[in-house]
């Protein structure tokens, strides 16, 4: 299985603790194509400041979107590049899984959380001690 993690990089690092603990949890799924969105040595700045990079970042990523079997999305950080990614992957009829944490006090955007006729699209409210748990119920259900 082929997992496609999103997490906020330039649109802002403060939850890379918990992109780190929800990439740990799916590697016991399969292999996480982005384990780099939790790595804690990016910054704010992304992988590469020149305009040239941004473009090898893009294709990059959206060839990994492709692989994969299933994206996985932390979306409590808005992120311009999260959102793109989930409406490519949601064109690509991708099983998507966003995981938002209220506890933030945070609103999470309409265009997630309304995405409810959208097949295969589910938005999980948690809390950071339910991160595995969430996985599990989401993984057994891809199951049935
Ligand atoms: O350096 C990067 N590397 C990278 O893989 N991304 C991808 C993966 C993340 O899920 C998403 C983050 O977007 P943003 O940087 O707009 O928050 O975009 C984004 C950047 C920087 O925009």
Redesign the pocket.
């Known amino acids: 299985m082929k997992v496609y ?8 690092r403060d939850d890379v603790h918990v992109y780190r603990r929800i990439v740990h949890a799916l590697q016991s799924y399969g292999t996480v194509l ?1 384990e ?2 939790s790595s804690a040595e ?1 910054s ?1 700045r ?3 400041n020149a305009a040239s990079g ?1 473009q090898a ?1 893009h294709n ?2 959206l060839d990994w979107l492709h692989q994969s079997d299933v994206v996985v ?1 932390e979306v409590t ?1 808005p ?4 959102g ?2 989930l409406g490519r992957a949601v064109d690509m009829k991708k099983k998507i899984f966003c995981l938002f944490r209220p506890s933030s006090g945070r609103i999470l955007s309409a265009m997630i959380r309304g995405a409810t006729d959208v097949e295969n699209f589910v938005v999980r409210d948690y809390s950071e001690d339910e991160v595995e748990k969430v996985l599990e119920q989401f993984f057994s259900s891809l199951k049935n």
């Open positions: 993690f999103c997490g906020s990089i330039r649109g802002g982005t780099h969105v990016l704010d992304g992988e590469n941004d970042i990059r990523d999305a950080q992120s311009l590049g999260v793109y990614e």
